[in-house]
């Protein structure tokens, strides 16, 4: 009897490394955080900007100083990444520390869909600041796909350039902080520069839907 349970004790440890693996998606899946909370748009917001990836100047792009990737997943609400879903970005220039508008060309405005897993990448500039509001910021407008699709408005700030006026106020954003890790030059970011990680989650379920 004894040998019979040490020849099943592979198998054993097999099924449950398997009943492990397979129980263990839904809890790491609630491990993503809260619902991303809701923000202003404001007075800036142009929809149907026109571009895709490259939302700044290519000088720009070379300024190590300036330069950014700015990237992240749009999530649901059991944090799996929503495919297909439409991410707007704006934000102030670097060094204009102003919005773009038509008719001139839409710099630091950027509109893509998300692709396999809720990923989106932009490519541009870290924001300017603005005597109206001098919390360094960049806008978010998201539409998750499909005609019960469900849009969300935020706001991404940084923990490390909270105004004094502002902390508050940034006591209650506590989702909306992006991360920033300095990278060297390299890939898109030729000379070098930052990748700001900003992921969102939505109160929607499967394919982006409310239900």
Known sequence: ATLARHRHLPVMIFLLSLLLEFSSGPVIAQQCGPITSKDFEGPFFVPEADLEYETAPAREIADSKQAVVLTGQILDRNCQGIEGATVEIWYAGFKTRDYTFRPEKLWYRGKALTKQDGFYQFLGTFPGTYDERPITHYHFKVNSPGQNGKSLTTQAYFRDRIPADYENYARTRGTQFAEVKEVGRGGVL???????????????????FLG
């Open 190 to 208: 030729v000379n070098g520069g930052r990748v700001v990680t900003f992921n969102i989650k939505m109160d929607v379920g499967k394919f982006g």
